[in-house]
């Protein structure tokens, strides 16, 4: 079974950068995508970002032109570089594996980032 831990998180000050992990262990193969969501403080989940198992990439207009989407093949692992972070971005990151349904049925623990002024 497939499963997801992402790492990289913290505590940063505006105009700082983070780079989070997500790892997977298992066959990822018969997945279509590999997604970004935040869920920021008292609000639900949203789309940050996701790369197509061929490579193709997506962003929500909040976080394009400073996060970027990058994967290490070999390693089984996509990496989200976060740059010119605001306090808007402070939320749990969290990982995830979709299919070519929609639906995102594998999901990592999360990992927090705080953005301070």
């Known amino acids: 079974q497939v499963q997801l831990v992402e790492t990289g998180g913290g505590s940063v000050q505006t105009g700082d950068s983070l780079k989070l992990s997500c790892e997977a262990s298992?066959?990822?193969?018969?997945?279509?995508?590999v997604a970004w969501f935040r869920q920021p403080p008292g609000e639900g989940r949203k789309f940050v970002a996701a790369v197509t198992m061929r490579g193709t990439t997506y962003y929500t207009d909040a976080v394009k032109g400073r996060f970027t989407l990058s994967r290490d093949v070999s390693k089984n692992t996509v990496y989200l570089q976060m740059d010119s972070l605001i306090p808007g971005d402070t939320a749990v990151y969290s990982c995830?594996?979709?299919?070519?349904?929609?639906?995102?049925?594998?999901w990592g623990q999360g990992t927090q980032v705080t953005v301070s002024s």
């Open positions: 298992g066959r990822t193969d018969d997945f279509y995508n």
């Open positions: 995830a594996l979709g299919s070519s349904n929609g639906r995102y049925d594998v």
